[in-house]
T-cell receptor, first 110, second 114 residues
Framework: KQEVTQIPAALSVPEGENLVLNCSFTDSAIYNLQWFRQDPGKGLTSLLLIQSSQREQTSGRLNASLDKSSGRSTLYIAASQPGDSATYLCAVDSSYKLIFGSGTRLLVRP | DVKVTQSSRYLVKRTGEKVFLECVQDMDHENMFWYRQDPGLGLRLIYFSYDVKMKEKGDIPEGYSVSREKKERFSLILESASTNQTSMYLC?????????????FGNGTRLTVT
């Protein structure tokens, strides 16, 4: 059964810092991996999708990597801003449905 | 932009009531999903649908049913609400299976059962 783990559960950094969020999964047979952002009390917003054949995807200050063989993905946020404060969730698409990690709660301090 | 709309942001119901949560998407997506999100448990899939009148059980279907009579609308039904169904409910949609398209979420319905 696929399991997705995110470390750390919470992270607090000063504005301007580069940071890395980690996601690991137990079964490497995935179709894709997705990163989402969730603001308090809201739904999830899709940030990046990495197909199983890809190694990384970039969008603005965000870069996500995927290493299927080791069951790991990282989300790199460059030059963090207070507006980046949110919970970040990764999810793997296997068996026709997304399995989510429990998220990393990020606080970027001004 | 894809829009997934959930009919209520907040809902308070009594134990034993029949509850309908409605979700509508405007992008002609084939796939629709219902998740619930609870602190410490993350998002868990309740039901999903790949086509009109088609439904599949997710990981926690007990106490729920769904209806998809039209492609754009996916309803979640709590046949007899219980306090352990107090949660945030999130609807999502995407294009065809294995299309590698991202999941689009609504803003969620926070349901409280008293």
């Amino acid at each position: 059964k696929q399991e997705v783990t995110q470390i750390p559960a919470a992270l607090s950094v000063p504005e301007g810092e580069n940071l890395v969020l980690n996601c690991s999964f137990t079964d490497s047979a995935i179709y894709n991996l997705q990163w989402f952002r969730q603001d308090p009390g809201k739904g999830l917003t899709s940030l990046l999708l990495i197909q199983s054949s890809q190694r990384e995807q970039t969008s603005g200050r965000l870069n996500a990597s995927l290493d299927k063989s080791s069951g790991r993905s990282t989300l790199y946020i460059a030059a963090s801003q207070p507006g980046d404060s949110a919970t970040y969730l990764c999810a793997v698409d296997s068996s026709y449905k997304l399995i989510f990690g429990s998220g990393t709660r990020l606080l970027v301090r001004p | 932009d894809v829009k997934v709309t959930q009919s209520s942001r907040y809902l308070v119901k009594r134990t034993g009531e029949k509850v309908f949560l409605e979700c509508v998407q405007d992008m002609d997506h084939e796939n629709m999903f219902w998740y619930r999100q609870d602190p410490g448990l993350g998002l868990r899939l309740i039901y999903f649908s790949y086509d009109v009148k088609m439904k599949e059980k997710g990981d926690i279907p007990e106490g729920y049913s769904v209806s998809r009579e039209k492609k754009e609308r996916f309803s979640l039904i709590l046949e007899s609400a219980s306090t352990n169904q107090t949660s945030m409910y999130l609807c999502a949609s995407s294009t065809q299976v294995l299309d590698n398209s991202p999941l689009h979420f609504g803003n969620g319905t926070r349901l409280t059962v008293t």
